[in-house]
Structures are given as C-alpha cells and as structure tokens.
C-alpha cells in the first residue's frame, strides 16, 4: 500500500497534564509499546512519502524512547515545537520541511494509538475523491466532555469546529466530536495556519480552525465520522489509557485465536504487541507475555506466567508461575513449576528445569535435567547431566562472578555446592552432601562429606 502524494505530521510535543505524570504523555504505554508508537507504524505501513513527528516537552526523551528503539523499520524525522502554542502552531513548526511538498498532509496526534491505517486510508481515499482541501475524522460519543464539537448547520454540512472551553451550553451538547486526525492541502495548510489567531480560552493558535477558514473561502471539507469512538480516541489520563489497554489487548488476542492460537480465558490473557506465538499453542489464564518474545507451536503456557523478551521453541511446556526473561528456551523443553530464569540463560531441546530453580546466565545442554530446589548461576552444563535436588553453582566470591562448567553426562549428587571457578568432567559423580572446590577429572567419582560417626546409647546417657 503506497501513498506517495501523501507527507505526515504526528504531534507528541505535549505536557499532557491530565497523565499527572513525569514520563511524556506519547511515552506512556499500550500493550508494551509508548502510545506513539502506533500511529508513527500506521503512516508507516502506508507507505506515506515522508513522516515528520512534532516533538517538544521533554524531545530527546520522546524521540530515544517513542521511536528509535524500534528503528530501522520506523522512519522518522523529528521537528522541535518551542515553545508550545497549540495545535496549529505545532503543525506550522513543519512548515520549513514541507517547504517544497505539493501533496497532501495527513496529521495524527501521538496520543491516538488505537487508529488503524485501513481508517486512514479510507480517509485518504475520500479525501482524494472529493478533491477536499481539509478533511477530518469525527465520531458519536455519549460524554464528549473535554472534545472539540462538530458544528453543522441545518444541511448537515460541516461549519466548524469548537473546543470545549469556548463552546457554549447549546454547543456542549453535541455529541459529534473532533478526534484531531486530518488530511489537508498542503498549500491550504500552511497558508491557513499562517492566517489563525489565538483569541480563545486557551490563548492557543488551534488546527481545528481551518474547518471554519475553508468553508468561509468556500473550499470542499469533507468529514469521515467513525463508527467505533474506541479506536479514534484520545488518550488523555490513566482511565483512558487503562480503556486503550483493554481494547488492544482484545485486538491483539482475537487476532492471536483466529491464527490458530488457544487462549482459555482471552481476558486474562496480557500479550505484548509484537509477541509472535504459532499455531496449536495454548495459552492458560493470567500469563503476560512481553517485549519480544516468540513462541513456537505446540507449546503449553501454564497460569501465572511472566515472559519477557524471550524464545520458547515447539512442544515445550512452561509450568505454572514461572518467570522467564532475555533467554532461549529449546524444542520440547519442561520449564517449572515455579522456575525462574534470568536473562542469558539458554536451555537446549529436552532438557527440564522444575519447581523452584533458578538459572542465571547459563547454558543446560540437551536433556540435562535439574528438576528441584536448585540455582544454577554462571554456568556451562552439557548434554544429560542430572542435577540433584538443592545444587547450588557458588558463582560469586564477593566480588567477582565465576564460571561452573559440568561436561556431558555428569551425575551431581542432592545437596551439592559447587565453588566456582569448578569443572566436572564428562560422566563424573559428585557424591550428596559434597562441596566441590577442586577440579573432578571425567570419569571419578568426588566425595567431600565428613564421615559419619554413630554414638550407640547417647541418648540414654544423656537423660
């Protein structure tokens, strides 16, 4: 889909004092990613020609953690607003790099993330057929409190737009309103923009206003109204951001099931906006899976569980209440109950991490097994090693981390502690109770448990 005639604006130079937040409105989050993530990857799959963000209350922010942590597949050139005067004069700061555009301009505001481009298209495509020189999109809501309202007169025919706080009573009764999102000539853009005053309660020079300057020149404005105010809203504090999250998470997960996803209850199901899952997998209730995270097909994510920024390969199973972040987990792997796996970890096809281990920065080969009560930090384990139940790898001396490494097919006993730096050769046994501090060449057998000693009749004597 390409829309070469057509230049983008999207506006996140807000304060939006309504968050009462210190983090920048644009930058608040929905299903995982800044809210202005969503309209920057709309424009984006449109294919517009050229993309320009407005940014302004805390730019370098907004700009290294709304957009290039996702760059190179979002474009964007950034364009301070200093200060901020409203809408239009936001819009107007593009002006220098739109000086040769001859096109259209399609303006979004970053605090929109729920807009779709099959709506902006088809406000591209009514723009262009009506040869408009503004068009927009309204919706119907039942509370249009704190929106701009639609003003039409008794043709039904658009007249102008008026912000809440300069609408009168008759005015604040209409319930169609603005949702900020518009496609205008640029050459009618900028020459209105130019033309706008700030006599309002705001002291503001507002975008909004072409729509009554274009009808006064007698020049075609077109109107859009949405039939979902949920997808053109705008975020304006927690509650609404709250709303936002439940209405993405809802697209997300129905288009999860119909990809041949299983979710058992798709309410309690938390899936991060880009987390891939393939066909067959199964999904229990109250798991959040985040950042980018992929899953095979097959798998079983049991309730209660945390993934984040990792790779779960086919047919493995992740057990109830387990956390698991920045590691690779192989094919038809058994992780938990109640495992916790920090990032760096790596976990190869069969092996099987159980109930309360944690591992941490470390490597399990193919169908090693540490099935209980163990940690497992700093460590290489090779292929069909048997961790015992209550191993502990002591990786750390205080100030320094180190390594364990156990090669194939070692035996480590219950209740081992390994002192790092340590290795264990191939098919050696570590004997339960032993504290390794030395070297175990392949093939022996370690023992470091002092020898038992049986007093017959102590206790006898001592009563």
Known sequence: MKNK?????????????????????????????????????????LGVKKTMVIVGHKADEVINKGIMPYAPTLHSAFVKQEPQLGTGHAVLC??????????????????????????????????????????????????????????????????????????????????EINTGIYCVDARFLFSGLKKIKKENAQGEY???????????????????????????????????????????????????????VTLLDADTAYIHSGVKIAGDTTIYPNVFLEGDTNIGSGCVIEEGCKIINSTIGSGSVIKSHSVIESSRIGKNVSIGPFARLRPDSLI???????????????????????????????????????????????????????QTVIEDGAFIGSDTQLVAPVKVGKNAYIGSGSTI??????GSLALSRAEQRVVEGWVKRKE
């Not at 997300?252 to 099931?257: G, R, V, Y």
């Not at 384990?381 to 139940?389: L, S, Y």
């Not at 501090?437 to 392949?442: I, S, Y």
Request: overall charge positive; glycine content about 8%.
């Open 348 to 402: 190869e096809d069969g092996a099987k991490v159980g109930n309360f281990v944690e591992v941490k920065k470390s490597k399990l080969g193919k169908g090693t097994k540490a099935n209980h009560l163990s940690y497992i930090g700093d460590a290489i384990i090779g292929k069909d090693v048997n961790i015992g139940a209550g191993t502990i790898t002591c990786n750390y001396d205080g100030i320094k981390k180190h």
């Open 5 to 45: 005639g057509v230049a983008a604006i999207i506006l996140a130079a807000g304060l939006g004092k309504r968050m009462k937040s210190d983090i920048p409105k644009a930058l608040h989050p929905v299903a995982g990613r800044p809210m202005l993530f969503y309209p920057v990857e709309v424009v984006n799959n």
């Open 206 to 260: 507002y975008l909004p206003d072409l729509i009554e300057m274009a009808v006064v020149q007698g020049n075609k404005v077109t109107c859009l109204t949405h039939i979902n105010p949920a997808e053109v809203m705008g975020i304006n504090n927690r509650i609404e951001l709250a709303e936002a999250n439940r209405v993405m998470r809802r697209r997300i997960n129905s288009e999860l099931m119909l990809s041949g």
């Open 437 to 442: 501090t030395k070297n175990v060449p392949a």
């Open 94 to 175: 593009a002006e220098d790099a739109l000086k040769d555009w001859k096109g259209n301009v399609l303006i979004l505001s970053g605090d929109v993330p729920l807009i779709t481009k099959e709506t902006i298209q088809g406000l591209l495509n009514l723009h262009a057929k009506k040869k408009a020189a503004i068009s927009f999109i309204s919706t119907i809501v039942a509370d249009p409190s704190g929106y701009g309202r639609v003003l039409r007169d008794d043709n039904n025919s658009v007249m102008r737009i008026v912000e809440h706080k300069d609408a009168n009573i008759e005015e604040k009764a209409v319930n």
